[in-house]
């Protein structure tokens, strides 16, 4: 009986950890990584603000990791013109190797819709984006995004819809984050170099500062306690509710309502970028002239053929752009 106290002890305590996730806490459950000074906690720990101006942008980080779970954050993005901002929100493990999913949040200038930038790394390689323009006002109230990620899939929710799914398919070969523990992180940045129109706008300091308001932030996770948590965090069972069956897959509903997105808001999917994943020649360098003086949407500067090439394979691209969307 004694040699079962030990490990009915750590379990307990793991729960009650876990349930005390669920509602996080600002206060409590992270901490600033950077521009503390440009960061305001208030409201019992329920509400944050981030702040960028001319000196620094900031940002958080949870304290504890987690592997599988259901992350959401409420956000009211920064508001007018944004342009050349970016809004962070995503899970990353560390290392040269690590793993991450991503949600960020593009800015434009007043009247312009922001691009909602979805991204996967697996082993510390990217290049997996979608970006979609959202289909109400960002900047007017709180929204719901949504991480929701569990052995069979990575699904990114707004509102409670999904707009993108990442399936596993890492026993055909392609890649697929389910072994690193992951921390939330969330930051408000100036990338003025790439994320408006391809860096053509840059931000308008006279507009500073820029700030961007969470509340409703909710763990929902696997808490990571070490090497045993790869077993227990993926296990079908009361407490890991995210890994049950029923969420093994997308239901009737919800691929109608990723297809409405994907059919009328998407503006970039890697697996149709035919420059970056398919050898394209002179023509493509004419079309992507012609998308800057056209000033389309256009992904960052860091998706040049040479980085594709020596991180992906053209063929496991196409195989994955097959199988996962």
Not at 165 to 190: C, E, F, H, T
Request: hydrophobic fraction near 35%; charge should be neutral; glycine fraction near 8%.
């Amino acid at each position: 009986m004694e040699c079962l106290k030990a490990p009915l002890t750590a379990l307990l305590l793991l729960s009650t950890l876990q349930l005390s996730l669920v509602n996080a806490n600002f206060y409590q459950d992270t901490y600033f990584n950077w521009g503390y000074q440009n960061s305001a906690i208030w409201g019992d720990g329920d509400n944050l603000a981030l702040l960028l101006d001319r000196v620094s942008g900031s940002g958080i980080q949870t304290k504890n990791q987690f592997l599988f779970g259901s992350i959401e954050m409420h956000i009211k993005l920064v508001s007018g013109n944004s342009a050349g901002t970016v809004t962070a929100y995503y899970m990353s493990s560390t290392g040269d190797h690590h793993d991450e999913i991503d949600f960020e949040f593009l800015g434009n200038v007043s009247g312009q819709p922001y691009t909602i930038h979805t991204n996967v790394f697996v082993n510390g390689i990217g290049n997996r984006e979608q970006q979609f323009y959202p289909w109400f006002d960002p900047t007017a109230d709180f929204h719901n995004y949504t991480i929701h990620w569990n052995p069979s899939q990575i699904v990114w929710f707004v509102d409670g819809i999904p707009i993108r799914v990442y399936r596993n398919y890492a026993k055909i070969g392609i890649p697929y984050p389910n072994s690193q523990a992951m921390k939330v992180y969330s930051s408000l940045w100036d990338a003025d170099n790439w994320a408006t129109r391809g860096g053509l706008v840059k931000i308008d300091w006279n507009s500073a500062p820029f700030i961007a308001r969470y509340r409703g932030m909710r763990l929902r996770a696997c808490y990571w306690y070490g090497p045993g948590s790869n077993q227990y965090c993926a296990r079908n069972t009361p407490s890991n509710w995210w890994a049950w069956p029923e969420y093994s897959k997308l239901s009737y509903a919800q691929t109608g309502q990723l297809e409405w997105v994907r059919n009328k808001y998407m503006i970039y999917d890697y697996c149709k970028d035919v420059y970056r994943f398919h050898g394209g020649g002179k023509q493509d360098e004419k079309r992507r002239r012609e998308e800057k003086e056209e000033a389309l949407p256009r992904p960052p500067p860091e998706f040049s053929r040479t980085t594709v090439e020596a991180s992906l394979d053209h063929r496991l691209t196409s195989l994955l752009c097959r199988t996962t969307t």
